[in-house]
């Protein structure tokens, strides 16, 4: 109501934004970004500001074609998610000339044209956050040289998955292109993958040469490595004692332990399928997860039947505080896992392609698969089709948003 923006306008220092809805793609990217603009033009004194945009795939903000004017010279701490990388240069483009930290999630990174012309904002920062669960092939291009800008930081947060290189990042690579670079920092919390490394040494590279140089520092790391033949490699190094919300887990060699602050967990593995045990163990190392994306094309090699007695004892995993599941780019055997083999009281938002749900749910007869979908509200197509019937519905009764997804 704009009688109430002009009463609170001057008032309001610290705003949480929330953004959910139905509407298409483009309603909803003009809405968010005009929204985003509007509040930054006329909260004249807000200083944190959180603008939080729900199921990533289907919301994020486009900053980049925003006009200077959408500027906020009062914001220091800023959270947010954006489309691509281009979006987070946006915002360094020193017009944000209080801002101290930002924490922000991109669902891309790719190459980007933008330069940082005003290096006012970026030489200032004093905690960065950058995550993405998405592949990227810039970072040696692009984070790397942003990162080389930020000589005051204190706090980093580092969340990426990454492709095309010929080295893992590892503690040498993370000591000397990052840790040495910021005389001020005290805090470095990190979630790195490097995947589909082509190493031409012969000597591979143990979980034991990746870590022990940030070890040796003083830092409390893990990794684990894992090979396809004897050059294809790939690599997960991550801080152990880390508040970090999100995590990448790639191969079932992830090791033991208790991660509980971890909210958001990416399963992915394009080498080999992703077993019972492996997601036994997903959910004794995450107990308070919430947020669960497997991506993985490759189909499981042992049914329910075929466990053996171990197995048996866990037969029904349980995710007791998972609340949003995505589906949408795994094979069908990971619907059956999780729909008709897995315990998930609070699930209320399903990501998965409509055939499998068909497949999965018997028609949306299945009781089993109806007690996991109890609570459904929302859910995320692959192939949805053009009308549902009432045999869906029914079998939904709480659905209230049904999106089709888009390869965004």
């Not at 909803?28 to 199921?55: E, G, Y």
């Not at 290189?165 to 920092?185: A, C, E, Q, V, W």
């Not at 490759?298 to 075929?306: A, F, G, L, R």
């Not at 497949?359 to 009308?387: G, H, Q, Y």
């Amino acid at each position: 109501d704009s009688s109430l923006v002009s009463i609170f306008r001057h008032q309001i220092s610290n705003l949480v934004i929330m953004i959910n809805g139905t509407s298409g793609y483009l309603y909803r990217w003009c809405l968010c970004s005009c929204i985003f603009a509007q509040i930054f033009m006329k909260f004249t004194n807000l200083t944190h500001f959180q603008f939080d945009l729900i199921n990533d795939c289907i919301y994020a903000l486009e900053l980049a074609g925003l006009p200077s004017v959408c500027y906020s010279s009062s914001i220091v701490h800023l959270n947010l998610k954006v489309k691509t990388f281009n979006d987070c240069i946006w915002l360094l483009n020193g017009h944000l000339s209080q801002l101290h930290t930002l924490v922000v999630h991109v669902e891309h990174i790719h190459n980007t044209s933008e330069i940082i012309n005003n290096k006012k904002t970026v030489s200032n920062l004093k905690f960065f956050s950058l995550t993405s669960f998405s592949i990227t092939l810039e970072y040696d291009n692009q984070i790397i040289p942003l990162l080389h800008h930020m000589s005051q930081l204190e706090k980093l947060t580092l969340s990426l998955y990454v492709h095309g290189r010929t080295s893992f990042i590892d503690g040498t690579h993370l000591n000397n292109y990052i840790i040495s670079k910021m005389p001020y920092l005290h805090r470095f919390n990190f979630d790195i993958v490097t995947e589909i490394v082509i190493i031409k040494n012969e000597y591979l590279p143990t979980s034991d040469d990746v870590r022990r140089p940030l070890i040796e520092k003083g830092y409390n790391v893990d990794c684990y490595v894992d090979y396809l033949g004897t050059e294809r490699g790939r690599c997960h190094i991550y801080s152990v004692s880390s508040t970090m919300e999100r995590m990448h887990v790639i191969t079932n060699k992830f090791p033991d332990g208790i991660f509980m602050n971890v909210r958001m967990v990416y399963v992915s593995d394009s080498m080999h399928s992703i077993e019972y045990d492996f997601f036994v163990r997903i959910s004794q190392a995450f107990p308070l997860l919430e947020d669960l994306t497997v991506l993985s094309t490759v189909n499981q090699q042992k049914s329910t039947n075929e466990l053996d007695e171990h197995e048996q004892t866990f037969s029904i995993i349980e995710y007791s505080h998972l609340m949003t599941l995505d589906l949408i780019s795994s094979h069908i055997d990971y619907a059956k896992q999780f729909l008709l083999k897995t315990s998930l009281p609070r699930l209320s938002t399903l990501g998965i392609d409509y055939e499998h749900f068909v497949n999965v749910t018997e028609n949306f007869t299945s009781n089993t698969a109806r007690a996991n979908c109890a609570n459904l509200k929302n859910i995320i197509f692959r192939n949805k089709p053009r009308i549902l019937r009432e045999k869906f519905f029914n079998y939904f009764p709480l659905v209230l948003n049904i999106h089709r997804f888009e390869n965004c």
